[in-house]
């Protein structure tokens, strides 16, 4: 099996040698690396890219609106960073679709990147697949098969609102539950918190 360093320094390279910036090699280096530790098959789709890359018309979003279409296939990098770069934006629209978006699970890392800038969980439909994004640290899915997603018609994208899977009772209840394990602050116990420190020597 591959290490994920191995993956990443290799996708750079590739990145680069097929005419991107170090800079953007860099971010795919990363962005592959975090689809294959997230079980998404991150160098198969990117490697099918690579390989009609030079080929194909592929243009760029370079503003990011609430209804995003072209003719041709947007590239999933360049408007992945754009995304990325515009995410305080374009989280006041709540949600967005992208129509024509190539390999789109190329877009996919900036999107989890983009849920830990924000706060806030993101849902990402791709056709008839989904996936959650949980601040960068998980992606729920259905999507299992590992095939390559080459020309989807159609991705939407929800901004989600914070909030909390339990209520106000249950959070109160587990709360005075907690309470047996306070300490009560006695006089003794004041002393030694405001003399705490005195005889450091570092």
């Known amino acids: 099996m591959r290490s994920f360093s191995e993956i990443e320094t290799t996708v750079k390279r590739a990145t680069k040698a097929i005419g991107f910036s170090w800079g953007i090699a860099e971010e795919m280096g990363k962005n592959i690396r975090l689809l294959e530790m997230f079980g998404l098959p991150g160098l198969k789709n990117v490697n099918q890219y690579y390989r009609i890359y030079k080929i194909s018309n592929f243009e760029d979003i370079k503003e990011i609106s609430k209804l995003n279409s072209s003719k041709n296939y947007f590239c999933p990098i360049i408007s992945g960073l754009n995304f990325f770069d515009q995410s305080s934006t374009i989280s006041e629209f709540n949600e967005l679709e992208i129509s024509n978006l190539a390999f789109p699970l190329l877009f996919i890392p900036f999107v989890s990147r983009t849920s830990e800038i924000l706060g806030k969980r993101i849902f990402l439909k791709i056709d008839n697949k989904e996936f959650l ?70």
């Open 133 to 202: 994004f949980n601040f960068n640290q998980s992606i729920y899915s259905n999507y299992l098969s590992g095939d390559i997603v080459e020309k989807p018609e159609k991705i939407s994208l929800q901004f989600l609102e914070n909030k909390n899977s339990f209520s106000e009772t249950e959070w109160s209840e587990i709360y005075k539950m907690s309470e047996n394990t306070f300490v009560e602050e006695t006089e003794e116990l004041k002393q030694k918190a405001a003399g705490a420190g005195l005889t450091d020597n570092d």
